[in-house]
Nanobody, 121 residues
């Protein structure tokens, strides 16, 4: 089985920065796309940013230029550097990873437990 463990959430003032990290562990043959989603109260979970194993990045317009996603393939980690945070960035942030447990298995999606990010003065 695979576990995703997140860290780095918290309370920050508008304009501040936070860095989220996520580490995948367990039976991992290959990790494909890794990314971050968020869910604000009363809203659906939405993609924030994702990065392929080859480094291709997709992100939503509202965070482009403020958030930077990166990954370390050797360590199976993905990070999200969040700068110029706004109150509307407040949400629970979830790490997501597409992981293949062995060369004979199909890829499965895994989720972290979520970490709260609150942007408020």
């Amino acid at each position: 089985q695979v576990q995703l463990v997140e860290s780095g959430g918290g309370l920050v003032q508008p304009g501040g920065s936070l860095r989220l990290s996520c580490a995948a562990s367990g039976r991992i043959f290959r990790s494909n796309a890794m990314g971050w989603y968020r869910q604000a109260p009363g809203k659906q979970r939405e993609l924030v940013a994702a990065i392929s194993s080859g480094g291709m990045i997709s992100s939503q317009d509202s965070v482009r230029g403020r958030f930077t996603i990166s990954r370390d393939n050797a360590k199976n980690t993905v990070s999200l550097q969040m700068n110029s945070l706004k109150p509307e960035d407040t949400a629970v942030y979830y790490c997501n990873a597409e992981i293949q447990g062995s060369r004979w298995e199909s890829t499965n999606q895994y989720w972290g437990q979520g970490t709260q990010v609150t942007v408020s003065s």
